[in-house]
């Protein structure tokens, strides 16, 4: 099971941080099939937000596939997202804590790391594109 | 779908000065719906009116198609919890929910119990010495095992720290999610309501400014920001809610009003009918020469085209356009045939500048959608209703004219009607030519 969190200040809407959230977890490997998302009233109880909104966020997961409602019991996960990649994860998660020690040894802060990933990031597509 | 709270031309008049007025409302069930507006707008009025403690000076307020107040049953169907959260300062907790057992039929003892220990309260307390956040606790926890179908509340967290305030939406939001009731809250706090409500009343100076799902408010109302000009006109079916200017720019909040029903209403369309009616007049006057059956000629005609023209004639000068959407998370009306028992669903669609002229729901393999009345939906349950009608993969075809066509539209059908005018105009000079010959 997975517990959701909001950015109130992220200025995603609160339907959409629900869905990335799933699917994050799915790609990542934390959900896999068969597993059980919360259930309405336990996320609205944790997060205080009204219920329409989650079962809007179900919805759309349920039309992308990725999840089924089975009435009286909950929704259940029918579709996972992680590939065979998923080994390397843990490697590659240890190399990326390594790399932000380092970084904080160097003396960037939060914003200038996040800036700096990002930006590498998008230099490294281009590059691969071409 | 039945209305929750329905108010028509309702008004409260505290000896000269008028708390509300000319308030008309349809809240439709199964909303957490907020109600909000400055100091002395009428909040609290528009409430007190809807549980019946207040009794109308004009108009009517119905709660659950019910007079408030109106007899036992429909006592037990509302629960309510006024401003400041009110409790008896002298009793325990335990005292309240044995008042609460012996005022309410359907008590649910289990449900005050298991919340009281969740909130980690002792039952033998006296309530004169709880907590703002804890006594606002209480009176939701007594209106809620009251079990009601419609949760009414007054400002219940205006007075809240914001710890409490989240505990006090969490078990809100949960009871909600539980229970399937309906909320009706009023406050100040829109950061709150913003990710609580999922409809919104704006009440300013005693009237209804604004209602609607916030969804649909959303899509149809927009900030635009641009270089400084002064915004005389807009296009038809634009308002401007307000507007700001600085040196260099100028900030608007505009409103798009577009209906189907602006086609006639508004523009210049109404030119062309009248001459159309007028020379529809004349000519029947000359060829049938007695009043009444020349009338009763002209209306008929009339009537005629006025209904040929939308239905048959409009689509093909100008082909709607047509797309095809996934069923909106908002469907508003699930029609249940009752002999054959057959459903039928109509979807909403919001798009801005549309004239919607049909949105019919259909299944993957293009059919329109209909089947055999599952229990799901006919149950109490829309949850239930919601996940199975997800399940069917269903989407919707909608058909619209997009507004940029106003206009086109507007001269296209004057044109088209001055020119059938003028050749009514033509046939009567033949026609009567023809008799002096």
Known sequence: ?130 | MTAVLSTKGLGKRYRRRWALSDCTLQIPAGHVVGLVGPNGAGKTTLLNLAVGLLAPTEGTVEILGGIPAGSNSQLAKVGFVAQDTPTYAGLSIADHLRLGAHLNPGWDPGLAKARISQLGLDPEQKAGKLSGGQRAQLALTLAIAKRPEVLILDEPIASLDPLARREFLQTLMAVTAEHELSVVMSSHLVSDLERICDYLIVLVASRVRVAGEVDALLASHYQVTGPRRDMESLPAGWDIISASHTDRQTTLLVLNRLEPALFGARGVAPIGYAAFALALGVTAGVLIRRTVPAMAATLAAFTAVQFAWPNWIRPHLIPPAVVRERLGTHFNDLIVSQPGGRMTITGTWYKAGVWLLSNQTVTPSGHVFTGPATSACLGNSTQACIAWLARQKLAQVVTYQPASRFWAFQWYESAVFVVLAAALGVLCLWWMNRCRA
């Open chain 1, 1 to 130: 099971m997975i517990e959701f969190h909001l950015d109130a200040r992220s200025g995603v809407s609160p339907y959409l941080q629900l869905i990335q959230q799933v699917r994050q977890a799915l790609r990542l490997g934390f959900l896999t099939e068969g597993d059980q998302l919360p259930t309405v009233k336990d996320v609205v109880a944790l997060l205080a937000i009204n219920p329409n909104t989650v079962l809007k966020a179900y919805r759309e997961l349920e039309y992308e596939g990725l999840v089924a409602a089975r009435a009286g019991v909950g929704t259940f996960v029918t579709k996972t997202l992680a590939d065979g990649s998923l080994a390397a994860h843990g490697p590659l998660r240890a190399d990326l804590r390594r790399w932000i020690s380092s970084a904080r040894q160097a003396g960037l802060d939060d914003e200038s790391i996040e800036a700096l990933f990002a930006d590498t990031f998008r230099a490294a597509i281009k590059e691969e594109v071409r």
